[in-house]
């Protein structure tokens, strides 16, 4: 399931990057730390995957 809004997807990107490593962990913030602890690499890799065009900001 992709994101569903430009926030999402760059949490998920976020979080993905500190689970392969890329960045340290200990600067996640907010919803990207939850999603590195609760989703898989898989999961998150679906989740950021896609274009930004024509999603909004934020969702409610």
Do not use: N, W, Y
Request: positive net charge; hydrophobic residues 30%; charged residues 35%.
């Amino acid at each position: 399931m992709p994101a569903k809004s430009k926030a999402q997807q760059k949490a998920a990107g976020a979080a993905l990057s500190a689970k392969r490593g890329d960045t340290p962990k200990s600067k996640l913030k907010g919803a990207s730390k939850e999603m590195a602890a609760s989703m898989s690499e898989k999961q998150l890799e679906e989740f950021a995957k896609g274009s930004t065009k024509r999603k909004p900001e934020h969702v409610d």
